[in-house]
């Protein structure tokens, strides 16, 4: 069985390849009367636009969104809203190698030990072409999610991160790499560009923030908050590595330093800090929900790799095309997204069970 679905209530399913005709995702589960038109999509859409930049992979795609079903006069209908995505610069000559030798890092030989075949061209279903599906759901998941604020970034590329005390989120969207650090921005120019000239790639870190989010979404054990984002996140393409809050350098702290302290408040309690990053026993606290995650280096690089063929046979490759010397720079929107989403999902489920 495939799995192409995500979500419990707020569902969605992407669909289409890189280098197929077009690409385009389902949502199932939005609540019918709510304003949606592709005026509403096309600015996240825009965000993770690729060819934006010298930073990002030169494929020139408008990524134009269409509404094929589920709205009428503006309005969502509560029946299944279909998008469309069309892409209209492929180069599928680009990975004749690829048809032959697998890439180290990427998904050609997982995909062939699972399936027997796979689509080569640009990766298919593999490629981080599929998160444009994914910006476009999370679109219309924002429209369920009007008392929430969503906001990511870019905290670091190839280990080199920004300084906390110069963040100012004003310059998010002053540079192409949704940096809150104006400085880190300019040594990044330098670092990537580096990376793109020598055919080489960087990975990178995304935190993402939700405030807004209200004490009580979530579910104990197994629909907790934090896990739901966890596989929301972990799903993304090139995902290496999630945290909600402090994460791993929790492990560090004693107990009284890791407790998030309360006092009360003027209403409900006031948190002295938020180790948790927003949540407790997989509930929402009202804190904002923080998450951060890491972006492996793009695979698909110029720079030779030692590798195998169809055959099993000791190969090197090299990959042409248009790749992005840092995939977690776009990732910074598709981050966006996959938060939304979850958060819509547990807003409807919460609902459902409580009122």
Not at 105 to 123: C, N, P, S, V
Not at 197 to 218: I, M, R, Y
Not at 310 to 339: F, L, N, S, W, Y
Request: with cysteine; proline share 6%; hydrophobic share 40%.
């Amino acid at each position: 069985m495939s799995w192409n679905s995500f979500g419990r209530v707020f569902r969605f399913t992407t669909w289409g390849e890189s280098h197929g005709p077009a690409i385009g995702v389902v949502v199932d589960g939005c609540p019918p009367g709510l304003p949606l038109s592709e005026a509403d999509i096309q600015p996240w859409l825009d965000a993770r636009r690729p060819g934006q930049s010298r930073f990002t992979t030169q494929r020139q795609e408008p990524d134009q969104v269409r509404i094929l079903s589920g709205v009428f006069e503006g309005r969502t209908t509560g029946t299944p809203i279909s998008l469309l995505i069309e892409n209209v610069d492929q180069r599928s000559k680009d990975y004749s190698n690829v048809a032959q030798a697998y890439r180290p890092g990427h998904a050609d030989y997982a995909y062939d030990a699972k399936y027997g075949f796979r689509d080569y061209r640009g990766g298919g279903r593999s490629s981080a072409r599929e998160t444009a599906s994914r910006v476009a759901a999370g679109a219309v998941a924002r429209t369920v999610l009007p008392e929430v604020t969503i906001r990511a970034w870019v905290e670091a590329i190839g280990g080199d991160a920004i300084d906390p005390a110069k963040i100012d989120h004003d310059q998010i969207a002053r540079n192409p790499f949704f940096c809150p650090d104006a400085d880190a921005a300019l040594r990044w120019e330098t670092l990537v560009d580096a990376a793109r000239k020598d055919g080489s790639s960087l990975g990178a870190v995304v935190v993402c923030e939700a405030t807004g989010v209200p004490a009580g979404w979530g579910a104990p054990l197994y629909a907790k908050l934090d896990s739901e984002l966890a596989a929301a996140a972990m799903s993304i393409n090139a995902v290496k590595g999630v945290e909600i809050g402090d994460g791993f350098a929790a492990a560090a702290l004693r107990g009284e330093e890791n407790a998030d302290a309360m006092r009360p408040g003027a209403d409900g309690p006031a948190f002295l800090s938020n180790h948790a990053g927003g949540i407790a026993g997989g509930i929402a606290t009202g804190q904002p929900i923080r998450l951060r995650v890491a972006f492996k280096p793009t695979s698909s690089i110029l720079t030779p790799v030692p590798t195998i063929d169809r055959d099993g046979q000791a190969a090197e490759i090299a990959t042409k095309g248009r790749h992005d010397p840092c995939v977690g720079i776009r990732g910074v929107p598709v981050v966006e997204a996959m938060m939304a989403l979850v958060l819509a999902d547990q807003k409807l489920l919460h609902r459902a069970q409580v009122g």
